[in-house]
């Protein structure tokens, strides 16, 4: 679905689909974190979380600023009165800052780079880059794992199996390169493969820990056997940002 989407939507349909996955993510997000919070407080934090995405989408970037400046001084003023518990409050409110920080504001990112000339190609390098890392740290970690790389976050991932995500992430560029993307440079493909697919496993090793801390399993069961929607974006949400700031400096957009 997604692929079709970057594909043929246009920007505007593109920014809303991701609008809809940001409210998706969201939810799971404050549903790990704050599973005890009144619907209402959730709900608005879904829906100011989703518009910080569309500002980001849509907006100028002194708008992007004034807008989540506002919403960042109107929780704090919704928390400083209509707060139940002194001892609580301030745990709650900064779990709404860090839904904001975690999904919207690196998500945004997705948008961005759609806007950047060449956008879908940039996308489809991040997705095959990740991808590729993905499943080359899987099957290098049940074949050579003899070395735990954090078994205090994630006990199942090993030393080997990180380096060979390393090496399946670089793989993977490199099949951008030679397949749609022929602008990227060898130079491109080594460094974004070694810097964007270490930045990915931490992004999985970050959502393990928030996982743990909130002691869950999975972010959610929005995809029957595979977990919830966190679950799979985890790795791009690390990834799309650094592409972004990459491709801005380095091509010139």
């Known amino acids: ?65 004034a807008g989540m400046t506002f919403l960042v001084l109107l929780f704090a003023l919704f928390y400083l009165f209509s707060y139940r518990d002194l001892q609580t409050v301030v745990v709650r409110l900064a779990l709404v800052f860090c839904g904001f920080f975690y999904v919207p504001l690196l998500l945004g990112h997705l948008t961005l780079l759609r806007s950047l000339p060449l956008g879908r190609e940039w996308i489809f390098a991040v997705l095959l880059l990740v991808m590729a890392g993905d499943s080359a740290a899987y099957f290098t970690g049940i074949r050579f794992g003899r070395r735990k790389l954090y078994p205090a976050i994630s006990p199942n991932k090993s030393i080997e199996g990180a380096l060979g995500g390393l090496a399946g992430s670089v793989l993977g560029i490199f099949v951008a390169k030679l397949t749609f993307f022929g602008e990227l440079q060898v130079f491109d493909c080594l460094l974004l493969g070694v810097g964007v697919g270490s930045l990915a496993q931490l992004g999985d090793l970050f959502e393990s820990m928030l996982k743990r801390s909130f002691g869950v399993k999975d972010s959610g069961k929005l995809i029957p056997g595979h977990g919830g929607l966190l679950d799979r974006l985890d790795s791009l949400l690390f990834a799309f940002a650094p592409v972004y700031y990459y491709a801005l400096w380095f091509f010139h957009y």
């Open 1 to 65: 679905m997604l692929i079709l989407f970057v594909l043929f939507a246009d920007f505007f349909v593109f920014s809303i689909l991701v609008g809809v996955i940001t409210a998706l993510a969201l939810m799971e997000f404050y549903q790990m974190a704050m599973p005890a919070e009144p619907y209402t407080e959730r709900w608005l934090a879904i829906a100011a979380g989703t518009l910080i995405l569309l500002l980001i989408a849509f907006t100028a970037p002194a708008l992007q600023v």
